[in-house]
């Protein structure tokens, strides 16, 4: 090589060009040691973790590497997912035994899915009295998926339109109500008014226009018969206060009959017993008398 | 060692799809030629090391200062131009993986490229397209542009995809040291493992393309300097994508 008669490239001689080389490399490399260092440290690999297995129905948009958060802080993260014999996904997270003490025994851990973004691993724990959760525990995994919901709405939605449409058609029911609404206010707003918009047609309005005018006539009637009736009331009055005497004297004549009614009671009652008397001696007689006849009836 | 490229991979005289074939094989085996001299312990001299140093400060040392200043001022804006549209939509929480995914894992690998492509290839390109140096370059000459700039797209990558995090949190959260934990854990998601590898693979690749284009300046013949120089650049641009083509595919694979 050193005998080559040819420079490397034609480039201008650079003094120091060693030194500062080995300084450019030295410093690239450090920080790409680094800068290792410090990724390998936030992946958690100089942690001491426990483990913790989820099982879930899907584990569609879980990666490795994706975050348990609890109270919106990561946590733990998943270090393995695998479709297991059961057939559901089992996602192996690691958490470092710092943060281990938010997980209870009675923690939940949910698995959202939201229409934009990957899925997020969320642990809800209430109890916090309660015993920590152990190293290796598996717990299940709630799913709540916010674009499952999409199909159903838009059938919903699709369903809700449908009506909407029937609704709105110029056949429908409620298109009909409307117009028969704009009569009636047309016919409110008409010549005849309410009475128009009730009846429907002029002849009717008319038949009671006719009874209107006839009422009104029949109480211009009614009014003078009246006024009649009450003149016959002061008549009447007139004639009332005349007979009062007669009726004063009629109370006695009917005093006195009392009376006389009473003395013929007695008169009665005497006429009574004088007639039992003569029964009894009429009795006594056939009694007495020889051809009296045996009064004695022979049933059959 | 002191062999000539020259001779090594002689020229390819046939035209149509034949010749074409056998010029891309020949590219072929230059690029792994080199790929296995860089590798070799042999080529491991001080003489290597001297000559990559020269390169390497000329394509990272002297423009890293100007380079960090634009990186710094792009992913400012970016970030804030992301965060901001992000919490219009109510998804500020991806906002910051978003900027993280996109601008320091996709756009800085590659401006990172393009900065020493432009920067230093243009140069080498004419040293090596000279027809004196063609026909003299052994493989001594070329390792140290394809090591020093593969270094400087490196080097690059890293100062201005660290720089970018730490601007992208000052621009979300200031001067606040309380968002670092949970910023902290949004690094370790976005940069798994997988993910690393791959983006320090693509880097290395980038750099071995910016490295190697202008070396491939030696294996042409009959050029004029300024078709060669298009022919090149179209040629790295190429290798480019077909990098990026092959990790996109790794990744969604």
Known sequence: MSESPLSPHAVPTIAHAQTKAVALLLLAGTLLVLFVLYVMQARGVFTENQQLLLVAENAEGVTVGSDLSFSGFPIGRVSRIELAEDGKAHIHLDIPLTQARWLRTSSIFTLERSVVGSAKLRAYSGMLDDPQLPDGARRDVLIGDAAAGVPELVATAHKLIDNLERLSNADSALSGTLTNLQQFSASLNGKHGALGALLGNEKDVAKVVASLEQTRALLVDARASLQKLDASLVNMQAISSDLRPIVDDAKAISGNVRGASEDLDALRAEVDLNLRKVSGMVDELNRKWPFAREQKLELP | ?253
Request: glycine share 4%; hydrophobic share 60%; proline share 5%.
């Open chain 2, 1 to 253: 060692m002191a062999e000539l490229l020259s001779q090594t991979f002689p020229a390819i005289r046939q035209r149509g799809p034949w010749g074409l074939w056998l010029r891309s094989k020949r590219l072929l085996l230059f690029s792994a030629q080199i790929a296995l001299a860089l590798l070799s312990p042999r080529f491991h001299q001080a003489p290597l090391y001297q000559r990559t140093a020269q390169v390497l400060c000329s394509s990272a040392w002297q423009t890293l200062a100007s380079y960090l200043l634009a990186c710094t001022l792009i992913s400012a804006v970016l970030t804030r131009l992301v965060t901001v549209s992000a919490a219009s939509y109510g998804l500020s929480h991806l906002a910051l993986e978003g900027v993280l995914r996109v601008f320091v894992i996709e756009i800085l690998p590659l401006a990172a490229t393009l900065f020493v492509a432009t920067r230093a290839v243009p140069p080498a390109l004419r040293h090596f397209a000279q027809a004196s140096v063609r026909r003299q370059a052994t493989l001594a000459d070329v390792l140290p542009c394809v090591l020093g700039n593969a270094t400087a797209v490196l080097v690059l990558a890293v100062f201005a995809g660290i720089l970018s995090l730490v601007v992208a949190y000052l621009v979300v959260h200031g001067l606040s040291p309380w968002a670092l934990p949970a910023y902290g854990r949004l690094i370790g998601q976005v940069f798994d493992p997988v993910l690393s590898l791959v983006l320090l693979s693509k880097i290395v690749w980038f750099g071995f393309a910016v490295g190697l284009a202008p070396t491939t300046a030696v294996l042409e013949t009959q050029q004029t300097p300024a078709s060669l120089e298009m022919r090149i650049m179209v040629r790295l641009l190429f290798a480019l994508l077909l990098v990026e083509v092959f990790f996109l595919a790794l990744r969604l694979f």
